[in-house]
């Protein structure tokens, strides 16, 4: 690993983030068309792995080589990571709105950087410490979490709030074992592949094949998998490939910032002091996290 990554690398991350950061934009018309959170994340995953597959075999055919034993990985990482984070993200979404899931599911920094300090024995530093708390802090105030008795939270959804960080979290997790023999589609086609099989198991998307007649549905369908899932997810393993999982995982904290921006520009949603304080705090953290030195805590 580059032991110190350049400012392209640090971008790039950060705009997989803000991919992932419009995605409200494309959810809610499926909601509208009476989808579950169970049936978009059905969606997302095999339009994703067939566009996938297509630029896989039409420009990177020799990528698709892998070690059967890899698909471990790129299994464990579609199922338990991006098929459940996905629900649990979508459901927080479906039962509250688009700002509260986003920063309920950036707790997963903070289980990114614990679980990569037990797996990775990737160090813990100060200024990674102040970054992580910055992020979380922001995220806090941009949803109105903070100050405190702003806004109360059902404890189903802050369970499932908390549990689609800690599932996002996984796909750090998994997937940077073999960042070092796959490229970032190899990776992102592979995982979806069996993001999708699990979810063609285990949903009922085909019986609803006659709603994709329906032009905002389909629309809706394609960006979310082209913009939101698939430039999103290559752009962020390729920064992963170069960062520790922590790091990486802190600097896509931006991504809330996208969302509550999505809301003001297109949902009508208004920005108070403390949420724009929120955003401040987000980016700092995401300024700290890009510093070159670093000293180790434990």
């Not at 790129?74 to 199922?79: K, L, N, T």
């Not at 992963?240 to 809301?263: D, Q, R």
Request: hydrophobic share 55%.
């Amino acid at each position: 690993m580059d032991s110190q990554p350049g400012l392209r690398v640090y971008l790039v991350t950060i705009a997989g983030a803000v991919c992932w950061g419009l995605i409200g934009l494309f959810i809610a018309p499926l909601y509208a068309q009476g989808f579950t959170a169970w049936d978009v994340v059905a969606i997302r995953a095999i339009f994703s792995f067939i566009f996938l597959l297509v630029i896989m075999l039409v420009f990177y055919p020799e990528q698709l080589r892998t070690r059967l034993k890899d698909h471990l990985f790129f299994a464990s990482a579609g199922i338990f990571s991006l098929a459940l984070f996905n629900y649990f993200y979508f459901e927080v979404f479906s039962r509250s709105n688009l700002s509260l899931a986003v920063t309920l599911l950036y707790t997963g920094p903070l289980f990114v950087t614990i679980l990569s300090r037990i797996f990775f024995k990737e160090p813990l530093t100060i200024r990674k410490g102040w970054a992580l708390a910055f992020a979380i802090t922001g995220c806090a105030f941009v949803v109105g979490l903070l100050p405190l008795g702003q806004q109360s939270i059902p404890g189903m959804t802050l369970l499932m709030g908390v549990l689609s960080g800690f599932c996002y979290a996984l796909y750090s997790i998994f997937t940077k074992p073999v960042t070092k023999r796959y490229s970032p589609l190899t990776i992102t086609t592979y995982t979806f592949f069996y993001t999708s099989v699990f979810m063609l198991l285990t949903s009922d998307v085909l019986t609803k094949v006659d709603k994709f007649q329906n032009i905002n549905v389909l629309v809706s369908a394609l960006l979310l998998a082209l913009v939101s899932t698939v430039a999103a997810y290559v752009l962020y393993t390729s920064g992963l490939k170069y960062l520790e999982a922590g790091k990486a995982s802190i600097l896509a904290t931006i991504e809330p910032i996208i969302a509550v921006m999505m809301g003001v520009l297109f949902l009508g949603d208004q920005l108070c002091g403390w949420q724009v304080l929120g955003v401040g705090l987000v980016l700092y953290s995401a300024v700290l996290v890009a510093g070159r030195r670093y000293k180790k805590v434990l």
